[in-house]
């Protein structure tokens, strides 16, 4: 069974920065796409950023272009959320998902594997 385990989250001030990791277990790694998605209090879950199995190709939602980079080290079964300027309403819990198909996904549904997050609190 594939498992999805986020680290990084934490409490910082409008302006800072935070590096989120995602390991994931299992050696096919390699051969997934690769997302990140954030649920705020009394929002929808939403797409963040996403990467596909090579590292070649990556997504962004606009709010979070210029200022977020997701990245990934498959020699460490590892994805990550590199969010430098934040915003207080960049505040939610942030979860990875993998997606099977080893591409580079927005929607929600095409994700086969989830993580179960972790808090980022962006003060102001």
């Known amino acids: 069974q594939v498992q999805l385990v986020e680290s990084g989250g934490g409490l910082v001030q409008a302006g800072g920065s935070l590096r989120l990791s995602c390991v994931v277990s299992?050696?096919?790694?390699?051969?997934?796409?690769m997302g990140w998605f954030r649920k705020a209090p009394g929002k929808e879950r939403e797409f963040v950023a996403a990467?596909?199995?090579?590292?070649?190709?990556?997504d962004y939602t606009d709010s979070v272009k210029g200022r977020f980079t997701i990245s990934r080290e498959n020699t460490k079964n590892t994805v990550y959320l590199q969010m430098n300027s934040l915003k207080p309403e960049d505040t939610a819990v942030y979860y990875c998902?993998?997606?099977?198909?080893?591409?580079?996904?927005?929607?929600?549904?095409?994700?086969?594997?989830w993580g179960q997050g972790t808090q980022v609190t962006v003060s102001s």
């Open positions: 998902a993998a997606d099977r198909a080893g591409l580079t996904i927005a929607t929600i549904a095409e994700y086969d594997y």
């Open positions: 299992g050696r096919t790694f390699r051969l997934y796409g």
């Open positions: 990467i596909n199995w090579s590292g070649s190709s990556t």
